[in-house]
């Protein structure tokens, strides 16, 4: 081997060695809560009454599913641990403060201080922070630092311990309390009555650092986890320890709890939550974000609830889905996946990109195939040829050449093999043609139906016929001439196929299926008929189509627009995914040779990691009102909720709040009302978790609430009970006194005003009149004129910031829930404080007045240009990613060319919901992204993104 193929070998080796190096595991698929406080995150619990309780720095908050309610508990803060106790009741140990939340009448929680009852025990040394609380059947304990404090569950002080060495970790073997005991003769220790006894033998090598996590695998096996990082096994039948392998990553993890029979989990001090399996040694890494874990939790043994400054995380472990996204160079807009030997290929929006696929799925960042400049939508092996559908047309790869293969006005969706082997079905915009083995260049299309606007996607031989669906507007049968496709004909409604209405065509174990909404029918050669030989039409949506088919491994998967089913064999259709966690795209959704599910939940690509698992169910639903208060002009005040809420009759607004109690649900939920009292039927469904009461007659009032998520609908008959108690002056006999008296005043009043009305109406009804006309036009006028100087900037005469802040969230909160394409750019004047030091502050306004003109020539009416501030403007565009960029530089370039030698520098950011859950944290990477053209010279357009760290 010459010198030079050695050396290139080895280059190739490294950079194989940095990309593997640099590749960023994906992330696990985990339900989210954000936290809206931005405070420092310190603990965290998940209460009975599905209820998320976390503490910070300054406090206590509470998340009931709809909203977050602040506790206060200042004068406690910080709020170190947090318990929800066999009983439900909420613990919280705070700084020199403990102590227990009491649920009110009116749906409150406030804080219990037992501190108090400890003042003789504490006397002469602080308390400061309550670092753990642990819970056994008859008592609560509080480990401070040099203290430890017994209650019972009603809050009793049972009794009290001082340590000058500091305490460690407690925890319970069977119900008898562990301690450790840190200093000269330290170790664990056994609570034995009211005395702790010796020191464990072989846990004296626990003496000195602190332990953060402990975990009971068996009486002789007790997993020690010290703040250090180290990790060690304690048998104290034996009296020995033994250490397990220093891991580098064991000095990030932060805290610790034993999540089943051979697991340890850990949140970690850099975002990731980790792992470990305690037989092997294994160390499983998930990616969540990049702050401090302060706490986790472990809920029903199957998931893990984590939390940082700004979500609370909850995964089920095993974790079944990985998320492959934009950090791995994935582009969205997918269209189709396929493995193809070692290799992952995606097309879509971008045309093809690939990567390395092995065992544990995705393991190298994407690459772009320079294949076409256009978009992909499938790819297919057949032999040493790549066969892929392009925008226009059908490419062959063959040893990294590509050549087309059909016309470009072809325009390919989807292939499938024929049955006989000699080539492939084309689904295309234009119908479906056929590509046979053979001709020059090794290829050749043999027959095109040639029906443009008639997208097809599924084509089935079903015997002697011939079927292709369009997904949105019915099914179709192509005839055929020799083989050769030459037209499409509309299945009638007669064959058993609603004509131009949804409908989806596969094919398994060689019958022909067609699916639309709601239901299945097989063709049994004549027509398509009912059919659940399948047993899936109890199981399918009344909104859904299904697509099914069968992994090598034997499982059956069902693929639909509301949820994907599997079925083993031998077993029942379970669950896998629903729509209420994410978008599917079932016809993206990939099944690989080793029996593993892709799908696209839109800008990801999820990967299933092992054998299908069926989705646990969520949290019962707790339709509830959760807070009632009544609203005046000077205060505000809760009531009752027990039912035994009065009120007065009043102009006071009633608020009523409510939630369903579903925490960890992406999808948002709707809520309806309705008042017995006042009206019997429903208001329209809505977002809003409260309602406003205002002008009931007084009366006795039920209210009832319904709630919806998707297709899941619950209902609560008298949610809420309560009085609106009359006046004095509202009683009958009141009435009718007052009736007649009011009676008699008006008749005297109106003959009066009836006396001078009709003298004085004739002459000023003229005069009315040109007052009106002439006051209706200056109102107008004037309306007009103030409008616009309260939406445009004075100077630039484009949209101000006001107008720029609004329509950001009104888009910003529209690109969220309809997934619409938006933009962002920031755009700064380059050197313009030196022009303005250099020509003054008159000519700096010309300069500004000038480059806003140019610009919002160039946009031509296209999004909204702002002046943000100073030199600096925003513009917002409703557009891909792609399309925003080129807007940007068409606008630098004006600039450039059109204003006397000044340029601007630009930061595009473009709208990920996985990132920009605010507004906040758009600009913000526009405004980095600016940051960066300036910093590479200016005069030049930076994407957010291409340059942030993952």
């Known amino acids: 081997m010459s010198w030079k193929r050695w050396c290139a070998g080895i280059l190739i080796c490294l950079a194989e060695f940095a990309l593997a190096r640099d590749f960023v595991p994906p992330r696990p698929a985990a339900e989210t809560i954000p936290l809206p406080f931005g405070e420092q ?91 753990e609380i642990v819970e056994s059947n008859d008592a609560i304990y509080l480990r401070a630092l040099k203290h430890l404090f017994k209650l019972d569950h009603q809050g009793h002080r049972l009794g009290t311990w001082f340590h000058p060495g500091r305490f460690g970790m407690p925890f319970l073997i069977g119900d008898q309390l562990w301690l450790q005991f840190r200093g000269d003769g330290g170790g664990f220790r056994p609570l034995e009555g009211d005395t702790f006894g010796p020191v464990m033998a072989g846990s004296e090598r626990y003496a000195t650092t602190l332990v953060q996590a402990i975990g009971e695998f068996a009486a002789d096996r007790y997993f020690v986890f010290e703040v250090n990082g180290q990790m060690s096994w304690l048998n104290p039948v034996l009296g020995q320890s033994e250490n397990l392998p220093m891991q580098p990553a064991f000095r990030s993890l932060v805290s610790g709890r034993q999540l089943d029979a051979s697991h340890m989990a850990f949140s970690g001090d850099d975002g990731v939550l980790r792992v470990l399996n305690v037989d092997t040694g294994e160390l499983n890494e998930l990616e969540l974000g990049s702050g401090y874990l302060p706490d986790l939790q472990i809920q029903d043994g199957q998931r893990i609830v984590v939390v940082d400054d700004s979500f609370v995380y909850r995964l089920t472990w095993p974790v079944q889905w990985r998320i492959v996204d934009a950090r791995h160079g994935l582009i969205s807009g997918q269209t189709s996946a396929v493995l193809i030997n070692d290799r992952l290929y995606i097309t879509g929006s971008s045309g093809a990109q690939s990567a390395r696929y092995g065992e544990h799925g995705v393991e190298s960042d994407f690459v772009d195939e320079d294949w076409t400049a256009g978009e992909g939508w499938a790819l297919i092996q057949d032999g040493q040829d790549l066969l892929f559908a392009e925008t226009f047309a059908v490419m062959r790869i063959r040893d990294g050449v590509v050549t087309p293969l059909t016309p470009n006005d ?43 606007g008639v997208l097809l996607r599924r084509v089935s031989e079903c015997g002697s016929k011939l079927f292709a669906s369009n997904g ?55 027509r398509f008929v009912p059919d659940d030989t399948l047993g899936l039409q109890n199981l399918i949506d009344r909104n859904e189509r299904i697509d099914v088919s069968a992994a090598a491994d034997g499982t059956w998967w069902s693929l639909g627009d509301e949820q994907i089913l599997f079925k083993k064999p031998g077993g029942e259709w379970e669950v896998l995914l629903r729509r209420s966690k994410g978008v599917i795209d079932y016809r993206a959704a990939t099944l690989l040779p080793d029996g593993r599910l892709l799908v696209v939940r839109g800008p990801e690509l999820w990967q299933m990691m092992g054998p299908p698992r069926a989705m646990l169910a969520t949290e019962p639903q ?89 297709e899941r609908e619950t209902e609560r008959v008298n949610a809420l009970a309560f009085e609106v108690a009359p006046r004095w002056y509202q009683s009958n006999g009141s009435r009718m006194v007052g009736l007649i008296a009011g009676i008699a005043l008006l008749w005297l009043l109106i003959a009066l005003w009836y006396r001078g009305h009709v003298r004085r109406l004739t002459e000023s009804n003229a005069a009315l009149d040109r007052l009106v006309n002439e006051r209706t036009a200056m109102w107008q006028q004037a309306n007009q004129e103030l409008k616009m100087q309260a939406d445009r900037d004075g100077l630039t005469g484009v949209a101000n910031r006001r107008v720029f802040d609004r329509e950001l969230d009104e888009r910003l909160l529209l690109a969220r829930r309809d997934g619409a394409p938006f933009a962002l750019l920031m755009i700064d004047v380059d050197h313009f404080k030196k022009f303005n030091d250099e020509y003054g502050h008159l000519r700096g306004d010309e300069v500004l007045r000038q480059v806003a003109d140019l610009m919002r020539q160039a946009l031509a009416g296209q999004g909204l240009l702002a002046r943000y501030g100073g030199e600096e403007f925003a513009v917002l565009l409703f557009d891909e990613c792609a399309q925003a960029r080129a807007t940007g530089e068409h606008l630098r370039e004006t600039v450039q060319h059109g204003a006397y030698g000044i340029t601007v520098s630009i930061g595009l950011a473009c709208f990920d919901p996985a990132r920009h859950v605010r507004p906040d944290q758009l600009i913000d990477a526009a405004d980095h992204a600016l940051y960066q053209a300036k910093s590479q010279g200016r005069n030049c357009l930076v994407v957010a993104g291409l340059l942030d760290p993952p």
């Open 41 to 131: 995150v310190m603990s965290l619990a998940i209460g009975h009454g599905n209820d998320v309780y976390v503490g910070t720095g300054t406090g206590l908050h509470r998340f009931d599913g709809s909203r977050w309610q602040s506790l206060g508990l200042a004068d406690a803060a910080p709020i170190r641990s947090l318990l929800i106790d066999q009983h439900g009741r909420v613990w919280v140990g705070g700084y020199d403060h403990f102590g227990y939340l009491e649920r009110l009448p009116n749906g409150q929680d406030r804080f219990v201080d037992l501190s108090s009852d400890f003042a003789d025990a504490i006397a002469k040394e602080r308390v400061a922070d309550i670092w």
């Open 410 to 452: 072809l325009y390919p969706r989807s292939f499938v093999p024929t049955e006989d082997g000699t080539g492939y079905w084309i689904g295309s915009e234009h119908g479906v043609a056929r590509l046979n083995r053979g001709g020059p260049l090794g290829w050749q299309m043999h027959g095109f139906t040639n029906s443009p």
């Open 472 to 526: 949105r507007l019915g099914l179709y049968e192509v005839e055929l001439d020799e083989g050769r496709p030459v037209r499409l004909i509309e299945v009638p409604p007669d064959q058993g196929v609603p004509a131009k209405q949804p409908a989806l065509l596969f094919k398994f174990q060689g019958q022909c299926y067609v699916s639309t909404v709601g239901k299945l029918a097989r063709f049994d050669g004549q």
């Open 622 to 710: 707790s339709l509830r009102v959760t807070g009632f208060q009544q609203a005046g002009k000077k205060r505000s005040h809760d009531l009752p909720l027990d039912g035994t809420a009065t009120v007065r009759y009043g102009p006071d607004t009633l608020q009523v709040d409510f939630s369903d109690g579903l925490l960890f649900v992406t999808e948002p939920a709707e809520f309806s009302f309705r008042l017995s009292g006042a009206n019997a039927t429903w208001s329209p469904y809505s977002q809003l978790s409260a309602a406003n009461l205002s002008g009931l007659q007084p009366g006795h009032y039920q209210l009832d609430l319904r709630a919806r998520r998707g």
